[in-house]
């Protein structure tokens, strides 16, 4: 769109002859928060590489700021990259301090931003001391301390516990209602909560792209069963995910809810039930059509999410 700030099209890149972007097309806009998600390996860090300048994609355009290429805009963005941003011989003060003076627009905030993520009482020891969600906390504040209008952040609530991932969408909400610009990564689906849009990775391109709750209407009936087991067979793509003390799976349009009931055993319930933004994360996974071309890097052998 014209007014987008980031827009990507036909974006590919392959590592020793092994496809990892098919073909991405994705747009971000001034005062909007998207969510790029997708299980892990699918690519979403190699294409966050490319918007950040630090991979070349092998075709495809990326244009930044209404014409500049990623290595011609750094000092317009602030990329948060997993396992790039911290030396682990310095401390969290000296990391930080370095991130304000390397960044064009670089500042103070950090000091703010690392009391407001609980780290204030460990600024001064190294970062090799820290734990994986410390650590996390170091890179997060250094993206945010820089004053651009785009943060490129990759999977920023990986090792938070609930109660920082809270904390950061508080502050991804009030930038973006100052009019900057994210796009973040993650295959958590409780970072739905707070994205404008949702972009699906899977094999190598996005299959999907949409405001949260249109995502949300578009998926298939949603079965719950409690006190049994069904019948994968008669679910979408023979496919049933546990979440807590119930069993969810999505139904074809041919699917009778009541014949579900006779295949479970026991005095089990079974109802339809409302999607959540989990059921969209397994949807787009392990079972829409996408997953089932099995190309590239998609492929269905993960883990369903069950939180």
Same mark, same amino acid.
């Not at 190294?126 to 906390?137: F, I």
């Given at each position: 769109?014209?007014?987008?700030?980031?827009?990507?099209?036909?974006?590919?890149?392959?590592?020793?002859?092994?496809p990892?972007?098919?073909?991405?097309d994705?747009d971000?806009?001034p005062?909007?928060?998207?969510?790029?998600?997708?299980?892990?390996?699918?690519?979403?860090?190699?294409?966050?590489?490319?918007?950040?300048?630090?991979?070349?994609?092998?075709?495809?355009?990326?244009?930044?700021?209404?014409?500049?290429?990623?290595?011609?805009?750094s000092?317009?963005?602030?990329?948060?990259?997993?396992?790039?941003?911290?030396?682990?011989?310095?401390?969290?003060?000296?990391?930080?301090?370095?991130?304000e003076?390397?960044?064009?627009?670089?500042?103070?905030?950090?000091?703010?931003?690392?009391?407001?993520?609980?780290?204030?009482?460990?600024?001064?020891?190294?970062?090799?001391?820290?734990?994986?969600?410390?650590?996390?906390?170091?890179?997060?504040?250094?993206?945010?301390s820089?004053?651009?209008?785009?943060y490129?952040?990759?999977?920023?609530?990986?090792?938070?516990?609930?109660?920082?991932?809270? !904390?950061?969408?508080?502050?991804?909400?009030?930038?973006?209602?100052?009019?900057?610009?994210?796009?973040?990564?993650?295959? !958590?689906?409780?970072?739905?909560?707070?994205?404008?849009?949702? %972009?699906?990775?899977?094999?190598?391109r996005?299959?999907?792209?949409?405001?949260?709750?249109?995502?949300?209407?578009?998926?298939?009936?949603v079965?719950?069963?409690?006190?049994?087991?069904?019948?994968?067979?008669?679910?979408? *793509?023979?496919? %049933?995910?546990?979440?807590?003390?119930?069993?969810?799976?999505?139904?074809?349009?041919?699917?009778?809810?009541?014949a579900?009931?006779?295949?479970?055993?026991?005095? %089990?319930?079974?109802?339809?039930?409302?999607?959540?933004?989990?059921?969209?994360?397994?949807?787009? !996974?392990?079972? *829409?059509?996408?997953?089932?071309?099995?190309?590239?890097?998609?492929?269905?052998?993960?883990?369903?999410?069950?939180?």
């Amino acid at each position: 769109m014209s007014d987008a700030i980031v827009t990507a099209t036909g974006v590919e890149k392959r590592f020793d002859d092994q496809p990892v972007l098919t073909g991405i097309d994705l747009d971000v806009r001034p005062g909007e928060i998207v969510l790029l998600m997708g299980p892990n390996g699918v690519g979403k860090s190699v294409f966050m590489s490319c918007l950040a300048g630090s991979t070349a994609p092998d075709a495809g355009e990326i244009e930044l700021f209404d014409g500049l290429t990623p290595d011609r805009s750094s000092a317009q963005s602030s990329v948060m990259l997993q396992g790039t941003m911290t030396d682990p011989d310095l401390t969290g003060r000296e990391n930080l301090q370095f991130y304000e003076d390397l960044h064009p627009r670089g500042t103070d905030e950090w000091e703010a931003l690392a009391e407001r993520l609980e780290l204030g009482a460990d600024l001064d020891r190294l970062v090799r001391e820290y734990s994986g969600g410390m650590e996390r906390k170091v890179e997060i504040a250094s993206a945010l301390s820089a004053d651009v209008p785009l943060y490129l952040l990759d999977e920023p609530t990986a090792e938070l516990d609930l109660a920082m991932i809270q !904390t950061l969408h508080d502050l991804l909400l009030a930038r973006r209602d100052e009019g900057k610009a994210f796009l973040v990564t993650s295959h !958590t689906p409780l970072d739905a909560r707070i994205a404008d849009r949702i %972009a699906f990775v899977q094999n190598g391109r996005v299959v999907a792209d949409g405001e949260p709750e249109t995502l949300l209407d578009d998926l298939p009936p949603v079965v719950r069963v409690r006190g049994g087991v069904p019948d994968e067979d008669r679910l979408l *793509g023979e496919r %049933a995910f546990r979440r807590g003390d119930e069993i969810r799976g999505f139904l074809p349009a041919e699917a009778d809810v009541d014949a579900i009931a006779a295949s479970v055993d026991g005095d %089990a319930r079974v109802e339809l039930d409302p999607p959540s933004y989990t059921d969209l994360f397994n949807y787009h !996974t392990y079972v *829409g059509p996408e997953v089932a071309e099995g190309k590239g890097t998609g492929g269905r052998a993960r883990k369903p999410v069950t939180n």
